[in-house]
């Protein structure tokens, strides 16, 4: 018996408005700043709605340029449940160019990063309670107003 192969299903889009001028830095050996998430949407084959005001996106700015997101915040479907988002991940420019361009708060192409992260889910609303026994990936890239995120379940 081997290993079976992973096989993955779209969940939803999500696009997150973040304050990127209202960061708070913190300091530190590596550099640390809070992002303020001002909402957003997502829209998938299952669930559709909107991000809550409530989150904020904790960078950690490594020395080699990568960037380790910490990221919590609030959904809200259509239907009115409420379920929890956090997840984690790396940011990476993928070329000098491409760090120049993030370092400007351009954005650029879906190649200019390398942006994944692993979100988890949490809900008590009985439509919903499937996410809590997800396993999740994104991919993202960087917009004008935060980033754009294919989110997929591992199944």
Known sequence: MGIETLAWEPLFVMRLNVAYDQAQPIGGESRL???????????????????????????TWRGDGTMIIDVRTSL?????????????????????EAAERFKRREP?????????????????????????RIIAVANGMRTDDGPMYHVFAIR
Not at 78 to 92: E, F, K, N, Q, V
């Open 76 to 96: 809200e479907t259509d239907d009115g449940a409420r379920i929890a988002m956090h997840y984690t991940g790396l940011t990476a420019p993928t070329s000098p």
């Open 108 to 132: 650029g192409p879906y190649e200019d990063l390398y942006l994944r992260t692993t979100p988890r889910f949490v809900t008590s609303h009985p439509d919903y309670d499937w996410m809590n």
């Open 33 to 59: 700043g809070i992002f303020p998430v001002h909402g957003g949407t997502f829209e998938g084959p299952r669930l559709r709605g909107r991000v809550l005001p409530d989150g904020a996106d904790w960078v």
